[in-house]
C-alpha cells in the first residue's frame, strides 16, 4: 500500500491549486484521499475561482495564481492550467518554496525545462509531473517481469495511445493553438504519457526516432489549427529494441486507449489502460491474462494495491497513489517510480525530437 500523508513527517500537507477544470478535480481528489488541507484556490477569474473553492472544498479563493503562489501557508502547489503557462507559473511556485505538482507537458520548450529541473534542486524542492499511468499496479507488475528477465531481451515494442475528442472539425478546444498548447498537441499531451510508459517499463530509453504527423483540419471552429492531431514515431531504444507508436486525437471510438506491448525473446507483456486490472502475458506455447492480486504481485505493485483482488481498481486510485507518494516525498521519502520534473524534462526532448523528425523527415538521435 502506499504511503500516506500521515508518514510524511511534516503533518498535515496544506495544498493549493492553480486551475479549476477537469484536472484540477482530479489533483483535489487525490489530495482529498491523501489526507491534506485544501488551502486555497485559483482559476483565471475571481468568480471562477470563487467557484471552484465552493465546489471543490478548499477555504478560500485567491484573486489570481499570483495571490496563490504568494500564500505563505502553503506546502504544495498543484499547476493545473493550460500547458503554455506550466513554466512561468511553476517557477514562481519553487522560488517561493513551495513544492510543485506541475500538470504535463512540465514546460513547451526544453530549455525551460531544464530550468525548472535546476530550480527546483536549488531551492531544495519536490519537484512532480503526474505520468500516472506508472501508477497502475500492473504497469509496475510488467516492469518488475521485464527488470528479473522473464521476458529475455527486449526485441520489439508495439504501442499506441489513440483518443476521439479531436475527431470533428468542430471540435475546439484551447490545446489546438500554440499560444495556449504549444507547438505539439497529441505528442506533447498524451505521447509524452505513451514514452514515458514505454521507458518506464523497459527501462530502456529511446535512442533515436523517425516521425510523422499530420494536422487534419487547419481551422477548429473559428480559430486556425497550429499543431499536430496525429503522430507516428518509428523508433529505437538504446538496447537495439525497435518499436512503433501512434498517437492520435482522432480515432473514432477510441476515448483512451493506451496500450503498450513489449516482446521479450522469451515471452511478450501487454497493458491496456483501459482494462488495468490485467496483463496479457504471451509465450510461443501459450498465453494467458494475468490478473491483479496483491497476493502474487511484485512487491513495487503490491505496495499501489489499495484495494483487495476483485475489487476493481482504475484511473482515479493511480493519480491518488501518485500524490500519496508526492507528498511523502515532501516528508523526505523517496517512493519508487515517483515522476519527477527530470521525467518532464525527458517528455520535452522527446517532444522536440518528434517535431524535429517530423519536419525535416530524418531520422533524430535523442540526447539523455
Not at 179 to 202: C, K, N, P, Q, Y
Not at 204 to 214: C, E, I, K, W
Not at 324 to 341: N, W
Request: aromatic share 6%; hydrophobic share 45%.
Amino acid at each position: 500500500m502506499t504511503t500516506d500523508v500521515t508518514d510524511t513527517g511534516v503533518g498535515t500537507i496544506r495544498t493549493g491549486v492553480l486551475g479549476g477544470g477537469f484536472m484540477a478535480r482530479v489533483h483535489t481528489a487525490a489530495a482529498r484521499a491523501a489526507g491534506a488541507q485544501l488551502a486555497g484556490i485559483a482559476t483565471s477569474t475571481p468568480a471562477g475561482s470563487a467557484t471552484a473553492a465552493r465546489d471543490l472544498g478548499y477555504e478560500r479563493a485567491e484573486q489570481d495564481a499570483q495571490a496563490l503562489l504568494a500564500a505563505s501557508d502553503l506546502d504544495v502547489v498543484h499547476v493545473c492550467t493550460p500547458n503554455a503557462t506550466h513554466a512561468s507559473l511553476a517557477l514562481t511556485a519553487i522560488e517561493a518554496g513551495h513544492h510543485v505538482v506541475c500538470e504535463k507537458p512540465l514546460a513547451t520548450r526544453v530549455d525551460d525545462a531544464r530550468d525548472l529541473v535546476e530550480a527546483a534542486a536549488r531551492r531544495g524542492v519536490v519537484g512532480a509531473v503526474p505520468f500516472v499511468y506508472r501508477y497502475h499496479p500492473m504497469v509496475r507488475e510488467a516492469r518488475a517481469r521485464i527488470a528479473r528477465g522473464d521476458l529475455g531481451a527486449l526485441l520489439t515494442i508495439d504501442c499506441a495511445y489513440l483518443q476521439d475528442w479531436m475527431l470533428l472539425p468542430g471540435d475546439d478546444d484551447w490545446r489546438t493553438r500554440a499560444a495556449s498548447g504549444g507547438d505539439s498537441r497529441a505528442f506533447a499531451d498524451i505521447g509524452s504519457h505513451l514514452f514515458d510508459l514505454i521507458e518506464f517499463v523497459a527501462g530502456d530509453p529511446v535512442a533515436r526516432l523517425l516521425a510523422r504527423t499530420r494536422r487534419v483540419f487547419d481551422r477548429r471552429g473559428a480559430h486556425e489549427v497550429t499543431n499536430e492531431d496525429v503522430a507516428a514515431v518509428l523508433f529505437e531504444t538504446e538496447s537495439g529494441a525497435l518499436g512503433t507508436a501512434l498517437v492520435s486525437q482522432m480515432a473514432a471510438g477510441r476515448k483512451n486507449a493506451l496500450v503498450v506491448e513489449f516482446h521479450g525473446a522469451n515471452e511478450s507483456v501487454r497493458f491496456e489502460q483501459e482494462r488495468p486490472e490485467e496483463l496479457w502475458i504471451g509465450a510461443r506455447d501459450s498465453s494467458r491474462v494475468l490478473l491483479r492480486d496483491p497476493a502474487t504481485a511484485s512487491p513495487d505493485s503490491a505496495r499501489l494495491q489499495r484495494m483487495p483482488a476483485g475489487h476493481p481498481m482504475g484511473y482515479q486510485d493511480a493519480f491518488n497513489s501518485f500524490v500519496a507518494d508526492v507528498y511523502a516525498a515532501v516528508g523526505g521519502a523517496h517512493p519508487e517510480g515517483l515522476p519527477t520534473f527530470a521525467d518532464g524534462l525527458r517528455a520535452a526532448v522527446l517532444t522536440e525530437a518528434v517535431l524535429a523528425s517530423a519536419a525535416t523527415g530524418q531520422w533524430i538521435e535523442v540526447p539523455r
